[in-house]
Structures are given as C-alpha cells and as structure tokens.
C-alpha cells in the first residue's frame, strides 16, 4: 500500500466489507478473492500487486464460486455466534499435533462485546512468534505515519586537511549494497517496494562533493540514531552468531548480510561504510584512510540523500514474508519516535505505552522485541485481537496497512503453500500472519465466515513436541480454515 486514498476515512468498516464480500462470492475465480479487501481498506496510485491477481499455486484445488446469491451485509458484532465458533474451531485446536498449551480467541471485525475464548491449559498467555509482527508494525504506523521515509544521508564536515565525509544512518530496513543487490531481500512476494542503495548515495555525493570543488575525503560513518545491544538479550545466545539474525543497527546494507552473499557480517554499519567508500571512489573522488565510527556534527551540511520506500510499503513486506530484521528496525524506530530511546527497550516501552493510549489492555503480555523471536515474550491471543481491530477501525487510518498486508491463505506471502489440507472453502476466505518457532506455532487475522461476516481470530500453541511442528501447522491452519467455511453468525 503506497499511498493513503483520502476518501477512505469515508463510508463504514462494514461498509467496504460489504462491497468487498460482493465481489468475493459471486465475481471472482474462486472465494479466495478476499484479496481485494485491499482495494477497500484504502489506497490508489502506485499499490502494491492485489492478491487476486496472482495465480494459485501448483497443487491448490481452488473450490469453484457458489452460485450467485444475494449478499448480506456484513455482519456487525452483535452477530457473532460463540456457540457456532466453538463448534467450529474447538475440535481443530484440541488436535494432539498442538501439544498441551492452546490459546485462542476470535471477536467480530468492528463493534460488540460477544467473544469467543480457548484455553487448553487454562493458560493466559503463549509464546507469539512472528504474529508479534503485527502489534510492531501497527505501532510503527500509529507513531510515523504509513508515509514516512527512512533517509541515509552524507554529511560534510570541513576543518584540517581532507575534509571528513560522514554516512548517517537513518534506519532504512532495506537499504542495499548495489541496486541489483538480492541478499536477503528476495523472498518473493506479492509486492516489492523500491529500495535505496548506497551506491546511489556515492554517486550523487560525488557529483554535489565535485560541485563544491572537494575531489578527497574521510570517511566517517554516524549510526547512533540507534542505541544500546545490537543483539536483544532475551534472545537466544547462539542467535547472532548462528547467523539466524543481523545485529540490529542503523546502517547497514542488505540487512547485515555479506555485500558477496555468503553469511553475515558482524558490524554491519562497518561493511556499509566500506562499501560506500568503494563507490565514492569508483565515482572519481579520494578517499583517504578508512571508514570511522562518529557521530556527525549537528551542523554539518548536507550532500546528499537516499529514502526508503514508505513505511506502509516496508510493513507489507515486513508481515508478508515475515521480516525479522526488518521488524526489528521498526521496533528501534517506535522506540525514538515516542521515547527518544532507539534501543530494544525503548521500542518495548514505545509499544505498551502506544497500546494503553489506545486502550489496549496488555492483559499480563510482555514483548521483549519487534519480530517474536524471543522465546521468553509472551501474549495473549485476545492482545492480538484487540489490535487487528484497531487496525481495521476507521478512526485508525494510518494503520490499517497491517489489515491489508495479511497473506491470503492458500494463495500469498507466508500462507501460499498451506491451507490446502482443511475446509475446501476456507483458501482465500482467511488472511492472517503466521507465527514459528520450535515448538511454537501461531496464526493471527482476519476471516470471512459463509453469512459474510468478518472475525478477527488469534491462536497460539507453545508447546509442540518438535517432531510435530508440521503437523500442528496443519492443525492450526485447520482450525482457522473451519472460520471461513462455518456459518459462525447469527
């Protein structure tokens, strides 16, 4: 989603809903047609790729379109029928497969009170995994804005001999090498925003230092927008050094990742620097010594400058391919927006300080980072309820990116190649972000059930016996898969 369309503050969430189910049962190849939820979630121009406009995948059997029927309106919360989700989902979410500790909640998209709570364990709270991916993303939005851009700049600070060029990191997730860089930025997915590369930057620094009569520099490099650890200490030891995350900084390129593609790299702001020293140098300016750390002067002129895409472009990314490292830069980012602290526990502190204020009850969760790779972060599935529900109302514009970012089940994103062992009429009816870890499994987002109305669902499992991991997805992915094909509305 690149830009906000100023007119959908306009007309009611059940309002597009309704629009959109239309469109979902009687006008499209297949029910998996909630893709086009996006078109009336909000947005023009320059869009990310809708989802119904990509081909299924080899080996989903697609169940063909009902017969055209009159379509209700979407169904407003007083409609939810508990009992018809309990009927619905409690025999998928008791399967062995999922182990001993089962969370789960489902609520009416907009409005109401009527819920529908699971507790295999009696517990409250689960391990998240990747669904903590939402609660950042849609702090992230509420604190910047869906247009921010992130900037990498250069700085000129003059004064004894070369004069010191300085890179500033200004947190771009997706900042690369070379333009034709892929490290770490390939997976596929529905839509790809552009992303700025340092060589650029050295290009067009060269050409405004040239300008200015400077033909040979230092080089400095400045990424203390970000503060504190590069690794979380909640997370695993081995996490870093295994190679499983980059250190979190404010600069680097291809997200931490070898510039050659092999592994990565343990300074990344370092390796960013001297790559941007080697392109300055290829673009005819002199580059004495090596790259530094500082802090670049407050009053340094500016060369030049590169931007990310915006950020509603990184969140559909973030949550589509479920983007760890970029998922903790925003997290840094809501830490220096809301508490002028880039660090982990400015972000954790911007992110339930930002949920109260919208009154989103923590209900004894804590979230020790921006991804949910930790496993010592724990919430409850009604926390992720309450937030989607945010994101979806229409006093939230600015975050209903999160909505419109979901991957389709069976079809986009994180889900293409599951949902193709439940309910027939369940691919395309479900989008939601999924959520991994060893012994951990989750799922968490939006469903339309067969009267046209939308639910809102988070299920968590933590305690799946390893060897089961796959067949709990499965499960899981069958327990949500029964809110699409049931008649869960009164």
Not at 68 to 73: I, N, T
Not at 168 to 188: A, I, K, R
Not at 208 to 228: A, E, P, Q, W
Request: charged fraction near 20%.
């Amino acid at each position: 989603m690149a830009e906000r369309d100023p007119d959908h503050t306009r007309g009611s969430v059940v309002g597009w809903v309704s629009a959109a189910l239309a469109l979902l049962l009687v006008a499209g190849v297949a029910g998996w047609q909630l893709g086009w939820l996006d078109r009336f979630l909000g947005d023009d121009g320059d869009r990310p790729v809708d989802p119904a406009s990509v081909a299924p995948p080899p080996g989903i059997d697609v169940p063909p379109v009902r017969e055209p029927r009159a379509v209700a309106p979407a169904a407003d919360a007083a409609r939810l029928d508990v009992a018809a989700v309990d009927a619905a989902v409690s025999g998928p979410l008791a399967d062995r497969d999922l182990g001993r500790s089962v969370l789960a909640a489902v609520a009416p998209l907009t409005g109401g009170s009527a819920r529908f709570s699971y507790s295999s364990s009696g517990a409250d709270l689960a391990i998240p995994a990747s669904t903590t991916k939402i609660v950042t993303s849609a702090v992230a939005l509420f604190l910047l804005g869906p247009d921010h851009v992130f900037e990498t700049r250069t700085v000129l600070q003059r004064g004894g001999g070369a004069p010191r060029l300085v890179l500033v990191g200004g947190g771009d997730p997706y900042l690369l090498s070379h333009q034709q860089s892929q490290w770490g930025t390939s997976t596929e997915a529905t839509f790809a925003p552009e992303k700025a590369d340092v060589v650029t930057l050295a290009r067009r620094t060269a050409r405004s230092l040239r300008d200015d009569g400077v033909r040979r520099v230092r080089i400095g490099y400045d990424d203390s927008l970000f503060t504190g650890p590069t690794g979380n200490p909640h997370w695993r030891a081995d996490y870093i050094p295994d190679d499983i995350v980059s250190p979190i900084t404010a600069l680097w390129v291809d997200q931490g990742r070898d510039p050659t593609g092999y592994g990565r790299v343990s300074d990344p702001s370092l390796t960013a620097a001297a790559v941007f020293a080697e392109a300055l140098a290829d673009a005819g300016i002199t580059v004495v010594g090596t790259p530094e750390a500082t802090v670049a002067d407050s009053g340094a002129g500016e060369v030049a400058s590169v931007g990310s895409a915006p950020l509603a472009q990184i969140v559909q990314r973030v949550i589509e391919v479920s983007d760890n490292e970029a998922a903790e830069v925003l997290l840094r980012h809501a830490g220096v927006a809301d508490q002028g602290d880039g660090s982990f526990i400015g972000g954790q502190t911007a992110v339930e300080r930002v949920l109260r204020a919208n009154g989103i009850g923590l209900r004894g969760s804590v979230l020790y980072d921006g991804s949910g790779l930790s496993r010592e972060s724990r919430m409850s599935p009604q926390l992720l309820v309450d937030v989607v529900r945010w994101a979806a109302s229409d006093d939230n514009p600015d975050v209903r990116p999160v909505i419109t970012s979901l991957p389709v089940a069976g079809f986009t994103g994180s889900l293409a190649d599951r949902f193709d062992q439940g309910a027939a009429a369940a691919p395309g009816r479900v989008r939601a972000k999924t959520g991994t870890l060893t012994g951990v499994t989750s799922l968490a987002g939006i469903a339309v059930d067969l009267e046209g109305s939308l639910f809102v669902f988070a299920m968590i499992a933590d305690k799946v016996r390893p060897d089961r991991g796959g067949l709990a997805q499965i499960s899981m992915d069958n327990a949500a898969a029964a809110l699409g094909a049931c008649s869960c509305s009164r």
